[in-house]
């Protein structure tokens, strides 16, 4: 009997190229990019790759062009760096608003301020958290291998599409623009997310949530119903209301849906080391030199258990569970400020729990094992 | 039909406010213009002149302060439907403070109406100037602004390229001057003037007197709308790479090359990786030079493992492999007494007193020095197989000379 061959197909790629295609399989359509240092990889791919691809005079233009775009039923990417997400603020804020998709891709550099272009790290998740005037949440998703540049994205579009929200994915420069082999035979197919348009009897009420507290779609210059689509405080008809019960009762519902929802959107990976009192806490880059050390604790019999978070904003409720459980936890992150530690607990640091940073430069296996070590 | 497009029939706005007969106006221009209700989109701004969505029976949308030319460029773009007709409405305070994005939607001919509704000043806000203020206003209000002369904003719309730029007064009857914008294909704007009466100046009357002059500037130039293409994945360009070759490493083997930008540092790094690939191992590569590419150090990291690798930092170089000074300089912090370095015998390595220094540059040239360095690593160890190394260039545009640089290396 011959033996059939597996079909494989070796190469050397990056995340970039994993993160554009992934992206444009399940449906991303529309592009818009101003450059900036470390994004341009993903600038790159995505102009061999999108349907509709534009460069913008800034990004303030980047993503009042995407919310446009988004309004008239497109889904629409960009990605960036701090310096370019801050002037998008204002504009992430119309965008949640409004209630349009959209992805954004933040790879993460060193700041403060324009920093170091080409230095990594990953200090931007108190950003997003405060993005939102007010505390409201969008979904945010790190990356934290390689096989998540082609997984999260797809995931993040469809959370995008389905809750009518922006979302953003964190990433950094190492994970983005280091290539590595892969056989691309391994990947798994992504499914093309489909848009739901509303279909029901008129009045359309642009903003009327359904029991998902989702308000049903239509894209401005549709021949069925009148669309409004509004950036103010807003009724459900996306009339301008100041504070009318239905209109803060819509702004409200915001962040009610993002909540109601996080199970669908919930990613972690969580590898417990049996009778382990150590858990390791991580997300982005840092995940994979925290798993190499976890696989020598585990190659010398003394396991560590092992937590990384792919879904950020809101936290999954199993997070803290978990962290709670454990005698040690270490929250090791590429940031001097211990962004996640901050974001759970503030200044309130529980007993259990450490935390381990670096500020420009990765954290590496060796630093993490002496860190496990002291633990014991 | 006669298609109503005002939604009510009471206004929002201020006794008097220019808004009032500009918004009448432009109701009664696309009633004249043929479109159907819903084949027109309403975009406008934070500013009183922002208020006109409630009173609109098309589709709405309602943005931001001064972005509300981009954003109205960004439906424009995704409809890409000569039928459709995207109007955007702003302020003088919005053109002001969204200057750069009218510019650019003229300069791109976005197919798109922008009516400028200047009453000079800020309404909503109490009545500051903007940059379309008037100088017999600034005077009142600030007087060392009057200095500074207002943008005249027809002007600069039609300088940028905008195929149709007008500027009107508000008065009277003026839906047919609007009606030639609103038919225009590619991208118009119209500046109305018109008084509010709560911060400015009382009544079209007084504003006769300022000394605007009514103009229509057209520029020809061709429409060409935005497209969206059918594109093929990134994959299919992409060779595979087949694994037909085997290595001798134990475990890792964690790589340093060090050179100067223009070198090709980071094309023998990529050869390299890909040899390890064609072998069946696990590798990363990356690289790391300065924001100007062309000058300075040029540095890689190439990791080949049997085992999959998760951190791609490499905390202590097995080899070392350096062909300028300035790559040595980024590399000599990174190497010890356990690193096979082997450098050019043009560097100075100072007190670094180990590894294998030869006439790299000497033989081959700058830009094929790390290669041929890499060949004769290669060849001299035997961890991986030289064959891997040139298989990876078979086809090459610069096949020849790598080749070149290749053989001398394994003859060093
Ligand atoms: S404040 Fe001025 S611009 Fe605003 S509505 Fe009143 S008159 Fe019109
Ligand atoms: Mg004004």
């Known amino acids: ?376 | 039909m006669q298609i109503d497009f005002l939604a009510k029939k009471k206004m929002p706005y201020c006794p008097g406010c220019g808004h009032h007969a500009s918004n009448l106006n432009l109701a009664k221009a696309l009633e004249k213009s043929g479109y159907n209700l819903l084949d027109v989109i309403i975009v406008s701004d934070i500013g009183c002149s922002g208020l006109i969505d409630e009173n609109m029976a098309c589709h709405t949308v309602h943005g931001l302060h001064g972005r509300v030319v981009a954003l109205a460029t960004g439906i424009a773009y995704a409809l890409a439907n000569k039928n459709k007709k995207v109007i955007a409405i702003q302020g003088d305070g919005g053109a002001t403070i969204g200057l750069q994005h009218l510019l650019v939607a003229a300069r791109r001919n976005v197919n798109m109406t922008l009516l400028v509704l200047n009453n000079n000043v800020y309404g909503m806000t109490g009545g500051q100037l903007s940059g379309l203020s008037n100088t017999s206003l600034k005077e009142k209000i600030l007087h060392d602004e009057a200095y500074y002369p207002p943008f005249d904003i027809t002007e600069m719309a039609y300088q940028s390229g905008a195929v149709y730029a007008s500027k009107i007064m508000a008065k009277g009857e003026f839906s047919d001057k609007l009606g030639e914008a609103i038919k225009t294909e590619g991208f118009s704007v119209v500046e109305i003037i018109g008084p509010c009466p709560a911060y400015a100046y009382n009544s079209i009357k007084e504003m006769m007197e300022l000394g605007y002059e009514e103009k229509v500037l057209t520029n020809t130039r061709p429409f060409v709308a935005p497209q969206f293409y059918e594109r093929s994945s990134l994959f299919d360009s992409k060779n595979a790479i087949e694994r037909q070759f085997s290595a001798k490493i134990s475990n890792k083997l964690s790589i340093l090359l060090g050179g100067s930008a223009g070198e090709g540092v980071q094309l023998a790094a990529d050869l390299l990786a890909q040899a390890g690939l064609s072998c069946g191992l696990n590798n990363t590569k990356k690289g790391e030079y300065p924001i100007t590419v062309g000058t300075g150090f040029s540095l890689a990291e190439v990791i080949m493992s049997n085992d999959p690798i998760y951190y791609t930092g490499i905390e202590k170089a097995d080899v070392a492999i350096v062909t300028s000074q300035d790559g040595w300089e980024m590399v000599k912090s990174r190497v010890n007494e356990f690193t096979k370095l082997f450098v050019d015998e043009t560097i100075d390595t100072g007190t670094v007193d180990y590894g294998v220094k030869l006439p790299f540059r000497e033989k081959v040239g700058r830009k094929s020095a790390v290669l041929c360095a890499i060949a004769y690593w290669m060849s001299h160890s035997g961890v991986v197989p030289v064959d891997a190394l040139v298989k990876t260039f078979a086809g090459h545009k610069h096949e020849e000379k790598l080749l070149e640089a290749v053989n001398t290396g394994i003859s060093m």
């Open chain 1, 1 to 376: 009997m011959v033996e059939e061959k597996e079909k494989t197909k070796w190469v050397m790629t990056d995340g970039s190229e994993l993160i554009i295609e992934s992206l444009v399989r399940a449906g991303a359509n529309a592009y818009v990019n101003y450059p900036i240092t470390p994004s341009n990889w993903l600038n790159a791919f995505a102009l061999k790759r999108f349907p509709f691809f534009m460069p913008a005079p800034d990004e303030i233009t980047t993503l009042q062009w995407l919310c446009g775009m988004a309004a008239a039923g497109k889904i629409p990417v960009t990605a960036t760096s701090f310096p370019g997400y801050a002037l998008m603020i204002e504009t992430m804020n119309e965008v949640y608003m409004m209630e349009l998709p959209m992805v954004i891709i933040l790879v993460q550099r060193l700041g403060p301020s324009t920093g170091s272009a080409t230095v990594g790290a990953e200090g931007d998740l108190l950003v997003m958290n405060g993005t939102i005037s007010g505390g409201f949440q969008f979904p945010v998703f790190s990356i934290s291998s390689f096989e998540d540049c082609w997984n999260i994205p797809p995931k993040a579009l469809k959370t995008a599409v389905e809750l009518r929200t922006p979302v953003v994915i964190l990433t950094s420069k190492e994970m983005i623009m280091t290539s590595r082999s892969f056989d691309l035979e391994k990947l798994h197919a992504v499914e093309p997310v489909k848009m739901k348009y509303f279909t029901g009897e008129a009045p359309y009420k642009p903003y009327k949530p359904n029991e998902d507290l989702i308000p049903e779609f239509l894209p401005v210059g549709n021949e069925q119903h009148q669309v409004r689509i509004n950036s103010s405080t807003h009724d459900h008809a996306g009339m301008i209301k100041k504070a009318t019960p239905e209109a803060i009762g819509n702004s409200l519902r915001l962040q009610e849906k993002i909540e109601k929802h996080i199970d669908s959107y919930s990613i972690y990976t969580f590898i417990e080391a049996p009778e382990s009192e150590t858990l390791i806490v991580t997300y982005g880059i840092t995940s994979e030199a925290c798993r190499e050390s976890v696989c020598r604790c585990g190659k010398s019999g003394k396991g560590v258990s092992l937590l990384i978070l792919n879904t950020l904003i809101p936290l999954p409720k199993f997070v803290i569970e978990t962290m709670n459980s454990y005698r040690n936890v270490i929250v090791i992150e590429e940031n001097s400020q211990a962004n996640l530690v901050r974001y759970i607990y503030g200044v309130n640091l529980p007993t259990n729990v450490k935390k381990m940073n670096a500020f420009g430069r990765m954290i590496t296996p060796s630093e993490i094992m002496k860190e496990i070590a002291s633990c014991r």
